[in-house]
């Protein structure tokens, strides 16, 4: 049986046109490299070189060999070197959902830092509603998902919690008045809210806060994205709530004014969403390992 080991040799043998050129650049002796050569002849029933004091010479049929050797020893040859690269992280390719809040809130910094690191594994982020991204990891678009609380999975996906936020009620300059007291839920429903549209992750929530309250959430104003929030109630077109970490600056330079509620909106979750079922890639590997660091 011919070995892959025989035509590796016959390519070094046929490339340099020297046995002992081949045994020097395979790290051989050259009486095995001829044996070989010899077995190779044999299984293959004709003669591939033709041996004189000059060197060697190919036959026609070690000229045809050759011909298909050379292009699979380079294929060959280029995928370790591809799996080299990757291994060293100097090629890749990362894929990766995110709903949108996750990027402001952590995703941006997680990936500068990887990037200027590892500036040749190339990035792509998908960003939309966390079911949206959900679907995307379990049809195999992205890598893995980056997502916000709640968030509904079924095996084989896992999440990982990594790192805990508090959404806080705001209002423009129209609603400054709102920031005398703690308000209980009840009194606020009166006055428009601004919150994302239906089918989100962030909206059924709210939905099951004012349930938990017994009351109804029904927002005046319904945004497309996370980052149009902030605009809207910035221009007094509802009150609304919002990340506290993204609302400080606004508060901070009084655009925007907290609401404090009797009743606080519970704490929230991103979380690292995988695939038990599918293998990561080295890159992919090392940068959910950095995603995991505190």
Known sequence: MITY??????????????FTKAAEILGNNQPNITRCMNNLENELECKLFIRSNRGVTLTPE?????SHVSIAYEHLQYGEQEIKRDKSLESGRITIGASETVLPLLLLKKLENFHEEYPNVHLKISSHSTPHVISSLEDGLVDFAVVTTPVAIKKPLYKISLHSFREILIGGSKYKFLTDRPYHLAELVE???????????????????????????????????????LPLIIHNLGIGFYPEELASNAIK???????????????????????KSKPLSIAVQKFVSKLQEK
Do not use: W
Not at 62 to 66: A, D, T
Not at 197 to 206: F, I, P, S, V
């Open 191 to 229: 006055y428009p809210f601004v919150s994302l549209g239906k089918h989100t992750a962030t909206r059924e929530l709210y939905i099951q806060y004012f349930l938990n309250h017994n009351l109804s959430f029904k927002p005046d104003m319904e945004a497309a994205t996370a980052n149009q929030i």
């Open 5 to 18: 080991d025989y035509y590796r040799i016959f390519y070094y043998v046929a490339l340099y046109r020297s």
């Open 62 to 66: 070690g000229e045809r060999l050759l």
């Open 253 to 275: 330079e009084k655009k925007v004014y907290p609401i404090h509620l009797a009743d606080p909106f519970p704490q929230r979750h991103i979380c690292l969403i995988m695939d």
